[in-house]
């Protein structure tokens, strides 16, 4: 089945522990990105990656790192999460930046910082 | 840089009935396409309809259906028969092309009323 993973579904952790969360899909898509969801702000893009090792800054990225070692695999790292961080975040991928496709989501991992 | 506004926050509408949700996007790009995706409970993000900015016909999905108006910037979902299934947050969502990066509005808050 075609599908984004993400691991872990859900995360309480204290400010400052540093955390990764996973996100991989099977579909051999060229394009990976996330995302993090909060209420009255709807999903902004935390980070994208168009391919292997080619990695952008989406509209919030301090605070977090990416990296894109392998095509299916696109992991968010919060070196020292704040408690501003708490939100629900999303992975998506698709086929190729340069030609439209459709984006396919993760089922979400929220985090909470205390 | 895009920004989509949602000006409805919350909605209902009586079980098979007709309701009419609210969009509009502002940008400077001549080729995007807008989406309309579901998000219910589970907070999976699902994909409702798509159109894309260079077609002038409106895209239709079953008892999904929008109403695009380019000049105006406006991107309307109309849900006919609401069914109970339906009961969601809805968000409207830009895609510039090429890059594949998102813009979401704020949401609205869909209950459907048996």
């Known amino acids: 089945e075609a599908q984004v993973t993400q691991n872990p579904r859900y995360l309480i952790t204290v400010t400052g522990k540093k955390l990764t969360v996973t996100c991989s899909q099977n579909?051999?898509?060229?394009?990976m990105s996330w995302y993090r969801q909060d209420p009255g702000l709807g999903l902004r893009q935390i980070y994208y990656s168009m391919n292997v090792e080619v990695t952008d800054k989406g509209d919030v990225p301090e605070g977090y790192k990416v990296s894109r070692k392998e095509k299916r695999n696109f992991p968010l790292i919060l070196e020292s999460p704040s408690p501003n961080q708490t939100s629900l975040y999303f992975c998506?991928?698709?086929?190729?930046?340069?030609?439209?496709?459709?984006?396919?989501f993760g089922p979400g991992t929220r985090l909470t910082v205390l | 840089a895009q920004t989509v506004t949602q000006s409805q926050p919350e909605m209902s509408v009586q079980e098979a009935e007709t309701v009419t949700l609210s969009c509009t996007y502002d940008t400077s790009e001549n080729n995007y396409y807008l989406f309309w995706y579901k998000q219910p409970p589970s907070r999976q993000m699902i994909l409702v309809i798509r159109q894309e900015a260079y077609k002038q016909q409106n895209a239709t999905e079953n008892r999904f259906s929008v109403n695009f108006q380019k000049a105006a910037k406006s991107f309307s979902l109309k849900i006919s028969d609401s069914q109970l299934g339906d009961t969601a947050m809805y968000f409207c969502?830009?895609?510039?092309?090429?890059?594949?990066?998102?813009?979401f509005g704020t949401g609205t808050s869909l209950t459907v009323i048996p």
């Open positions: 998506a991928s698709s086929l190729s930046y340069y030609t439209y496709n459709e984006q396919f």
């Open positions: 579909m051999n898509h060229e394009y």
């Open positions: 969502a830009f895609m510039k092309h090429p890059g594949n990066q998102f813009y």
